[in-house]
């Protein structure tokens, strides 16, 4: 199962890194979003699939009496998928305003802030 | 019930925390506290400053109480929920952490000082010092978290802050510079969040001394080659070392100056803490063989950082590379990973948090006296406001390592540290940056303080005339930067004492672990 969802996670990360290569801002973020996926996946494979038992401890046990499914990386995942789907409402927002502002989704673009041919520093007094 | 029956000193701290112990998330508590005061009276824009200052002031004196119990009695431990170290989060102070966050409240207060009339109405309205506030928590977190998944979040919590800082105004030019700041720092994150998922799968835990005391047993047969070199790439992108680094100079001189200072003062400084945290405490032997790798970047931000900041005519963008090349010579002391090369990065970075939040504001002071930021239009400072030259000749000095300013010790010991282990060509490197620096620099210098006052009126509105806080703001980071430069002994003794904390990590470890806890 591990094996099978690492290649999951591969695929994820080649077709992120490949829509993150593109030129146009909408494609990044739809590769930044799976980016996300890809490695909140992979820490939910990190912490090795265990299926079908339930994490409860016996009354004279401490400890459980088989090996559960570790619930550490599901909170790590869950933690991830917050912060991943807050930043990337943000980046909507402000890629539309960017849109909206500049008049294109294309970063070569984009030069406001740093203007292509600007004047070299003066050279004397 | 028998809950008396169970014995919860096998999974959870039993012993009450102390008061000193709370002195150790009040760098965290107390900006999220004041952040949310903020909130609540955000229609109130008068009060705002005076909250936000007094709230980081509160944080400066609870940060400095607890470098000064680190410093007496090594690392402090607090573990949230009372569970016991490796399965609760450990919030852990050393020297390197308390002492950064300390330095990083500093300048955040001069910077809330300099905003109070650098920053209107609308600013306030639309968020500044709630911002500023919930920033600091995420820094203060990232310097004093012992666990590196809570590590993460601090850097989401610090990089939210920041993405609603450098968008306030929403000019064109910012939204532009957003973007690309805000793509490629959460792509950066993603590494880093990439790179803790292996982590998690190879070691089975997410506490950093843990992680410290498990690598050597791991270095047989787990991939921490691949994690240590998967963490340099990420954090090379927070701290912006060269081939990563795009970002920096794309937006940091779009926002305003107060922000632009907090972040090049700030920001790129987490990154560093972070290589250093990650790659000397938990992965030393990798970081060793890393070591040639990480020397060329490190002489490539330096140096092609600086040759950056000589081909800009807008101060602020000169500034930027400036704070990439500063990054470049910390990076040199990760390379080198001897006690002198870390206690040389550990001052610099002191140093670079200092001097560029004060040059991003001295940038500030002569646009509201100048009223430009552009080389072409600056002019005649100097006649006219001489006490502002005198400012601008110190943190030059300072930026470019020339005595009597704070730059010099970190190089020195930088230089001499690469001498000792046979690597000239990085001390050349580190002292062609100083003099390329010193050009950069002493340009901005010439042409806008020394030149005569130029015939071209400035395109944006008349010179103010007033720099408001912004004199006061300089004078009080003038002073440690002075101090450092003629007084350097105290502060070498301190960067000592945290490269000394991460080259042996037993008392780190030993603050998690306690000995007889762990039997």
């Not at chain 1, 993150?20 to 490695?39: E, Q, Y």
């Not at chain 1, 088989?66 to 927002?93: D, R």
């Not at chain 2, 940038?363 to 006649?383: N, T």
Request: glycine share 10%.
């Amino acid at each position: 199962m591990e094996v099978a969802l690492s290649f999951v996670v591969g695929v994820f990360f080649a077709v992120a890194i490949y829509l993150m290569l593109s030129k146009h801002i909408i494609r990044i973020l739809l590769g930044v979003s799976i980016f996300g996926n890809a490695v909140n996946l992979s820490i939910f494979t990190a912490g090795r699939l265990t299926r079908e038992v339930p994490p409860i401890i016996p009354e004279a046990l401490q400890t459980p009496e088989v090996a559960t499914a570790n619930p550490l990386p599901q909170a790590l995942v869950l933690t991830a998928i917050v912060i991943s789907f807050s930043l990337f409402a943000f980046l909507l927002v402000l890629a539309f305003r960017a849109y909206q502002e500049l008049g294109t989704d294309d970063t070569d673009g984009m030069r406001v802030a740093e203007p292509e041919g600007e004047p070299m520093p003066p050279l004397g007094y | 019930m028998a809950a008396e029956s169970i014995d919860i000193s096998n999974a959870m701290v039993t012993q009450p925390t102390t008061l000193g112990d709370w002195m150790l998330v009040a760098p965290v508590g107390v900006p999220i506290l004041f952040g949310a005061i903020l909130l609540m009276v955000r229609h109130e824009t008068r009060l705002h400053a005076s909250v936000a200052i007094a709230g980081l002031l509160l944080t400066l004196g609870a940060n400095a109480a607890l470098l000064l119990q680190v410093l007496a009695d090594g690392p402090q431990v607090m573990t949230m929920g009372r569970w016991l170290p490796p399965f609760g989060i450990s919030f852990t102070a050393d020297v390197l952490g308390a002492s950064l966050s300390f330095v990083a409240m500093l300048v955040a207060s001069v910077c809330a000082l300099y905003a109070m009339k650098d920053i209107g109405t609308t600013g306030r309205r639309y968020g500044f010092y709630p911002f500023v506030m919930l920033l600091m928590a995420g820094v203060g977190g990232s310097f004093l978290t012992g666990d590196i998944f809570n590590l993460y979040v601090w850097f989401e919590v610090f990089l939210i802050s920041s993405f609603g800082l450098l968008i306030l105004g929403s000019t064109e030019r910012q939204l532009d510079g957003a973007t690309k700041y805000a793509i490629l720092n959460l792509v950066g994150t993603t590494l880093f969040l990439t790179a803790t998922a292996y982590l998690y799968g190879t070691f089975g835990t997410l506490n950093m001394a843990d992680i410290a005391r498990k690598a050597e047993a791991m270095r047989e047969t787990g991939p921490l080659m691949t994690l240590a070199v998967l963490y340099l790439l990420a954090f090379g992108m927070k701290a912006a070392a060269f081939p990563v680094n795009f970002w920096l100079p794309a937006s940091y001189h779009t926002p305003r100056i107060v922000t632009a200072a907090l972040f090049g003062g700030v920001l790129t400084k987490v990154g560093v803490y972070a290589l250093l945290r990650v790659l000397v405490m938990l992965f030393p032997v990798e970081r060793a063989e890393l070591s040639g790798v990480i020397a060329w970047v490190a002489a490539g931000t330096m140096v092609l950082g600086i040759m950056g900041a000589i081909a800009q005519s807008d101060i602020r963008r000169v500034l930027g590379f400036v704070v990439i090349s500063g990054v470049g010579v910390m990076l040199a002391g990760l390379a080198l990973g001897t006690e002198t090369g870390l206690t040389g990065t550990i001052l610099y970075a002191f140093h670079s948090v200092l001097a560029m939040t004060a040059l991003y504001l001295l940038a500030g002071v002569m646009k509201g006296l100048g009223g430009s930021y552009s080389l072409h239009e600056l002019g005649g400072l100097y006649r006219s406001y001489p006490a502002m030259g005198a400012f601008a000749l110190v943190l030059m000095l300072a930026a470019a390592g020339l005595p009597p300013a704070s730059g010099l010790w970190p190089k020195v010991l930088l230089v001499r540290a690469s001498l000792e282990a046979g690597w000239p060509w990085l001390s050349f490197a580190i002292l062609l940056t100083g003099l390329l620096t010193t050009i950069a620099l002493g340009r901005v210098y010439i042409l806008a303080i020394w030149r005569d006052r130029q015939e071209v009126a400035p395109a944006g509105e008349a010179a103010i005339g007033r720099p408001g806080f912004g004199y006061t703001s300089l004078v009080l980071l003038c002073v440690p930067i002075i101090l450092l430069g003629v007084y350097p002994e105290p502060f070498i003794r301190v960067a000592a004492a945290a490269a000394g904390g991460l080259l042996d990590s037993s008392s780190y470890i030993g603050a998690v672990f306690p000995v007889e806890a762990v039997q």
